[in-house]
């Protein structure tokens, strides 16, 4: 099975709501334009950061939008989600916005979000506030959703953990679903997702951070494990993918082991720029 995101389509057009945890979004069709220059050595960014960890819940919400959805009514869905963070405990990050490809899936929007702990991720899905903007903005005009649900860790900084700082301001969030075979043993697994996270974190001019993990989540058992990878830019995504080691990881390590994988992701920019 050849990985998608082997071949991912650069885009050229993309319509879609995108935020980096401040205030409400501003929707925007804009074309790919490059933010980041590479110019630090790897081994010189990955030595300043902390050795120490802390451990995080990560929150992957998939939807599938009705043909013919509105801009208006796709701008008040997502700003609805995106606003759940001010009416409840426990969030510490999010991010939300258009997915640029078509997938196998036919996934269109995605909505990430960080939590503390397990126990604030279940109150969140009892949330009154929550399920009235299931209810009201999202399952109408949605033919399903998928929640993916995986516990990680993230360097013991307050930056690191709350996604903040000029580092989260752009970038390029991806997501990686991934449904190993039945036959793959435990240590096949591990070494597949513990391949992906030392090249991650290896590349720190590229990626500003990265998850993995488990999914957890009992009602969506369709993909059993799932990854969050902020990128620096669009081309620092593209880098990454075309890269001989990225590659070869892919083929040793997941090709041999799974039955399926989706590889989506979508553009983050500061709230109030590039508005058309």
Known sequence: MIHQALALPRPTLTRGF?????GMFVHQCRTKTPRVTFCAADDQIASSKSNKTRKVVEHVCLLKAKDGLSEEVEKDMLDYLYTTQYQMRGIVAISVGCIGDR???YFTH????????KEDLDKFYENPFFL??????VTPFCHGLTNVDYESEVEDDILAIFRKGEEYNYGEEFV????FAKSASEKNTKDAMDSFAQLTSSLPSLIVQSTQGSNFNGSSKEFTHAAVVRFRSFDAMEIFFEGREYKDMWRSQFE???????ALHFSVDPVGTDVM
């Open 256 to 262: 041999p082991f799974i039955e399926k994988s989706e």
């Open 132 to 137: 009235k903007v299931l209810n009201e903005y």
């Open 176 to 179: 990686l679903l991934i449904t």
């Open 18 to 22: 995108v935020s980096n945890g401040g």
């Open 110 to 117: 995605a909505l990430y979000m960080r939590f503390q702990k």
């Open 103 to 105: 997938n196998n899936e």
